[in-house]
Nanobody
Framework: QVQLVESGGGLAQPGGSLRLSCEAS????????MGWYRQAPGKERELVAR???????RFGDFVKGRFAISRDNAKNTVYLQMNSLKPEDTAVYYC?????????WGQGTQVTVSS
């Protein structure tokens, strides 16, 4: 059972930055894909960014170069650097890991973008 623990959420002003962290309970080298999803009130969960074991990346269309995803294999941690934040980025952000075709989820961390 893979456990994922997110941190780094909070309040940011429009145009500001936040960095989210997701620490896994085991080596992320064993994961096929790791990523971040988000869900705003009344909306479906959507892909923010994901990174594969070969470090390929994919982003949601709304990201438009504002976010970056990276991994530190030694720390079993994946990061989401979010820049140029907008009020519409307000959501609960969830860490996701795919291992052997099974999806694991973190508990989520709230990101609020407001002045």
């Amino acid at each position: 059972q893979v456990q994922l623990v997110e941190s780094g959420g909070g309040l940011a002003q429009p145009g500001g930055s936040l960095r989210l962290s997701c620490e896994a309970s085991e080596s992320i080298l064993s994961m096929n894909v790791m990523g971040w999803y988000r869900q705003a009130p009344g909306k479906e969960r959507e892909l923010v960014a994901r990174i594969g074991s070969g470090s390929y990346t994919r982003f949601g269309d709304f990201v438009k170069g504002r976010f970056a995803i990276s991994r530190d294999n030694a720390k079993n941690t994946v990061y989401l650097q979010m820049n140029s934040l907008k009020p519409e980025d307000t959501a609960v952000y969830y860490c996701n890991a795919i291992k052997n075709d099974y999806a694991y989820w973190g508990q989520g961390t709230q990101v609020t973008v407001s002045s």
